[in-house]
């Protein structure tokens, strides 16, 4: 059960209505009225909640389990508790996510606007949209429907954001244009200047920076993530990205559709990166590389060269994996092979 001082519940919810929002069906002798409170791990829930199992390593726990009813794959059905409720879907993790959705849903905004945020007289706020204490929204800003600026949030000079979207407390946004249902978590940072300046023997000269960050629909930005501005061309975030936390990405980086960047993770200038891309944590690109769609990049990797589709590359320089795993065995042979005592004369 979430704390109540943080989440409220919606519900209950019939086990009908339920395998509706989950793309699921009832197991067999499921009572389709049954009702369920709310969402819980396998381990603490109770009779009145639902958990799931997606991940064979928790099969003990799922056998010992006193949730009322559970979201399986179907060849786990037959081995679930007899007093369990079943709802059978192929994609459990997928099914819990929507239910807990309609559980605990996003808090609407309320619409106020509060007197003690700073908006220019020229910034147009869209029906719905709510404005905390301490917010400043300047000149020629655009703001959607439904939206929701926290305290503290700046947004600069000609931003525009769209419907449904929700920019966090501290956040930064200048030279930005915003699609609909986006997600900016408190602190990040986007539009500021990109890195770029020119060396010479009188020192660095700064480069004006003078494109813009684009971000497109459904996209999530995590806390104190960084994406800096275009030099010329724009940085581009594609519909459906989700981003972690303290990320950074440079100017004129483009991001495809559906990518996935977790934590620390730093792409250099001027890459482009294709869609369903995801980048582990702590790897880091260098600039001007083409990543191919669908490529996967380990943890840590440090990518150097252009990788191509459907590759998965891990280490750093980083190799194909099938590569880097072969030196792994041969460096291994090697130190065995050096712990040998050579023969005494």
Known sequence: MADPRFFTVA????????????DGELGPGADPARLVHDVAPL?????????????RKYLTTFFASRAGACIVPPELARRAPPEMALLL???????YALIAQAFHPNPTPSGVVDPRAVIDPSASLGD??????GAVIGPRVEIGKRCLIDA???????????DDCMVGAHVSL??????????????ARLG??????AISRK????????????????VEIGANTTIDRGAGPDTVIGNGCRIDNLVQIGHNVQLGQGCVVVAQVGISGSTRVGDSVMIGGQAGLTGHLCIGTRARIGAQAGVMRDVAADTTVIGSPALQARDYWRQIVVLKQMVRRSKVKEPEA
């Open 11 to 22: 519900g209950p919810f019939p086990l009908s209505k339920l395998a509706r929002i989950s």
């Open 43 to 55: 381990e603490a829930a109770g009779p009145n909640e639902i958990s799931f199992i997606d991940n």
């Open 89 to 95: 879907t192929t994609e459990p993790y997928r099914g």
């Open 128 to 133: 719905g949209t709510e404005v905390v204490a």
């Open 152 to 162: 503290n949030a700046v947004i600069g000079l000609g931003v525009v954001i769209g």
């Open 174 to 187: 200048s030279h930005c244009r915003i699609g609909h249902r986006v997600v900016i978590y408190p602190g």
């Open 192 to 197: 500021q200047d990109g890195f770029g300046f």
């Open 203 to 218: 020192g660095f000269t700064s480069v004006p920076q003078l494109g813009r960050v684009i971000v497109g629909d459904d």
